[in-house]
């Protein structure tokens, strides 16, 4: 069903997760790259179209409470010869006007302060994803000093191929004039929602809209099945796809972006190349919760995919609320490994 060209959708500062989609088919090899090629997913300026493209806004970067942490989360995927994820904030114009994403070089400028850094991976490859492309998701969840609360700031991020860096070992992508987010500072400028993707499990038939599998967590290089013909699951298979968000989110999106990882950003939401999936929320202590019901045989097969999450709080045609904003987000979900000193929230 269409949606009002009135929308607004906010990509939530939350995890929009790599999630691969698993096939049964043979692995077809895909050529190595000496330095790392990357896509930042979280924050990312390419997510701020994807409502029909005619909606551009701010992007938020924001640690607000989402129902399972208080920190914002930077997601990135690179190609398998990364090692390590570096992050560093930049004083605005640090690398041109706000609103692109431009590629940059190691190192950063000296006025560049680090965030984080992630040398843990989770690895998509042959052995999980058959066929996929794959690659190396890195992600840090960032607990925001103070200090940058509502200011506009240059973010880059670097994957290298060795865990010391070096101008030849590095590629980069800075995403400008991002706004920064403190929840624990009460100003209200700049402040944003959050939410992150949850758990899996998958429906079989007859549908009775519970799990019929164990729920599998999403992170970002998570690994999610598709619909097979001889695979484990029956035609007509959905999965229940669980995320939380803050308070303030009353009807949220998940997209599904089919085509992206290092070589691609998750940029699209719209078929054929992509789908989505409208839900309201309910209601907790202190954050809401929803679960999104995607059919399996909408997910392709031996697909490296972006999911992502937007605020839809004008879901039947309304504006958003006064807490709701302008603003989007997009981030890769992933949570293991994690640098303490950094990650997200529908700001993730």
């Given amino acids: ?118 040398t843990a991976a989770r690895v998509v490859n042959s052995s999980n994803a058959p066929g996929a492309r794959g690659g190396n998701a890195f992600e840090l969840f960032w607990d925001i000093p103070d200090q940058f609360d509502n200011s506009a700031r240059d973010l880059v991020s670097f994957a290298c191929d060795t865990v010391a860096g070096g101008g030849s070992h590095c590629s980069g992508q800075a995403e400008t004039g991002i706004i920064i987010d403190d929840s624990q500072n009460p100003s209200t400028n700049g402040a944003s929602s959050t939410g992150e993707l949850q758990d899996w499990c998958v429906d079989t038939p007859p549908l009775t809209g519970a799990c019929n599998t164990v729920r599998h967590p999403l992170f970002h290089g998570s690994v999610v099945p598709a619909a097979v013909v001889g695979g484990p699951f029956p035609v007509g298979s959905e999965l229940l796809v669980r995320a939380r968000f803050s308070a303030d989110v009353n009807f949220a999106t998940l997209c599904v972006d089919f085509n992206a990882g290092w070589f691609d950003p998750a940029d699209g939401c ?79």
Wanted: hydrophobic content about 40%; proline content about 7%.
């Fill in 270 to 348: 719209d078929p054929p190349n992509a789908e989505s999936f409208d839900a309201t929320t309910q209601s907790a202590l202190a954050y809401s919760f929803v679960t999104f019901t995607v059919p399996m045989n909408t997910i392709p097969v031996n697909q490296d995919m972006g999911w992502y999450l937007f605020e839809d709080d004008d879901n039947f045609g309304g504006e958003a609320d006064l807490n709701d904003g302008s603003r989007r987000r997009a981030t890769r979900a992933r949570r293991s490994v994690r640098t303490r000193t950094a990650r997200r929230a529908i700001s993730s």
């Fill in 1 to 118: 069903m269409g949606k009002p060209k009135t929308l607004r959708r906010r990509v939530l500062s939350l995890c929009t997760s790599l999630a691969v989609a698993m096939g049964f088919g043979l692995f077809a090899a895909h050529p190595a790259f000496a330095v790392p090629l990357m896509q930042n997913f979280n924050p990312n300026w390419d997510t701020t179209l994807t409502d029909e493209g005619s909606e551009p806004s701010a992007l938020v970067l924001s640690d607000k409470f989402d129902g399972i942490d208080k920190f914002s989360h930077l997601t990135l995927v690179a190609s398998s010869t990364a090692v390590a994820a570096l992050w560093y904030i930049c004083p605005p114009g640090t690398y041109g006007a706000g609103g692109s994403s431009v590629p940059a070089t190691f190192p950063p400028s000296a006025s560049c302060l680090s965030i984080g850094t992630d």
